[in-house]
């Protein structure tokens, strides 16, 4: 509680604006505040029938209004508001400054992206890799607190990020993955698995995820990817496979003559599949970009971490400040009902 205000006697705490600032613990005694003008006008009639007239009778050149006359209506307009301040005292006003602290024991997530050259093939627009970009994307914005890495592999794999809780600079990793980071052909799909494994292995988290992405089979590397998936699962790291791209005719680029060329493409799902199945995840097979996110999103389900909040409530009262101002206009009311002045102001 704020008890050491020095400004209690400033004029804005009577602003619309502050009184509109406040939370009212007790808000119904506000309603007292319409039954004030009700009062004043019961008095004023009561006065106006019990008022007497003067047994002699004067000619209206000789009866003057006297502005000073008018100072008898001030005890009771300083009484209506003693009352008005204690209303709003009674409601005790206030401000709370909640904050919110959120948490969880966070999972470390993986993701292993292929960038081989057949992810730019146009099957998904505008193509296999760019699409892969954009759920990736999606999929860092839904998550809290999560340590989230991101390895690329074509002919070669290698860290594009370590795990990091800094979403911003991640995503700044995605956006920049393109068919030039690696030199040599061909897809590597063991070695980008050992790399992945590499960066979670000393991991302490209590859950431990890879996102394997690709369109090929294992034709690079000098690791066979199931031995890589089973060292992974020593270290209980869950492995998601997702087999992406359609069978058969696909689009590549365009020939001499600008006109859209297609090559045939077939996808052997039996490592990726193995794959998965050692890692005791899933598998997905996926051939446009709503399966994709569709994917992206039930793994988005699978893995959540219980988030937990924690509520801080810092509560200043401000009833005093208006309780202050009653005591001071109640002690002037008595001032001016017990002393000359009041039948100065009646006469």
């Not at 509109?20 to 319409?34: A, D, H, R, T, V």
């Not at 760019?130 to 890495?149: C, H, L, S, T, Y």
């Not at 050692?278 to 598998?283: D, N, P, S």
Request: hydrophobic residues 45%; charged residues 25%.
């Amino acid at each position: 509680m704020e008890n050491n205000q020095s400004d209690w006697f400033s004029i804005n705490w009577f602003t619309l604006e502050r009184l509109e600032s406040f939370e009212y613990q007790n808000q119904l005694w506000l309603y007292g505040l319409l039954l004030i003008p009700v009062i004043l006008l019961i008095r004023w009639l009561l006065l106006k029938l019990n008022h007497q007239k003067l047994p002699i009778a004067l000619t209206k050149q000789y009866i003057k209004n006297d502005p000073i006359s008018l100072l008898r209506h001030l005890p009771p307009m300083i009484m209506a508001c003693v009352i008005a301040l204690l209303f709003i005292a009674l409601a005790r006003p206030q401000t709370t400054d909640e904050q919110v602290e959120q948490w969880s024991e966070g999972i470390d997530i993986m993701m292993v992206i292929d960038i081989s050259e057949s992810m730019q093939i146009q099957d998904f627009q505008p193509n296999r890799l760019e699409a892969a970009k954009e759920v990736a994307r999606n999929f860092v914005k839904g998550r809290f607190q999560d340590r989230i890495g991101l390895v690329v592999f074509s002919g070669d794999a290698y860290s594009r990020s370590p795990l990091t809780t800094d979403y911003e600079l991640l995503n700044t990793y995605i956006d920049g993955i393109d068919f030039s980071l690696i030199e040599n052909r061909g897809t590597a799909i063991g070695s980008a698995l050992a790399v992945g494994t590499n960066r979670l292995r000393e991991s302490e988290s209590a859950s431990k995820v890879m996102i394997l992405l690709s369109d090929g089979d294992n034709t690079a590397g000098n690791i066979d990817p199931l031995t890589a998936a089973k060292l992974a699962s020593a270290y209980d790291i869950t492995i998601y496979a997702i087999a992406i791209g359609k069978e058969g005719q696909v689009p590549f680029g365009q020939d001499f003559f600008g006109r859209t060329r297609y090559v045939e493409n077939t996808l052997d799902e039996t490592n990726l599949r193995e794959i998965a199945k050692i890692g005791e995840g899933k598998f997905y097979r996926v051939s446009d970009q709503q399966a994709l996110e569709a994917v992206f999103s039930e793994i988005d389900q699978l893995e959540k971490a219980e988030i937990k909040e924690t509520r801080y409530k810092d509560t200043n009262d401000f009833y005093y400040i208006y309780l202050k101002w009653a005591i001071v206009l109640l002690l002037i009311w008595l001032f001016l009902k017990t002393t000359f002045v009041s039948n100065f102001m009646l006469d």
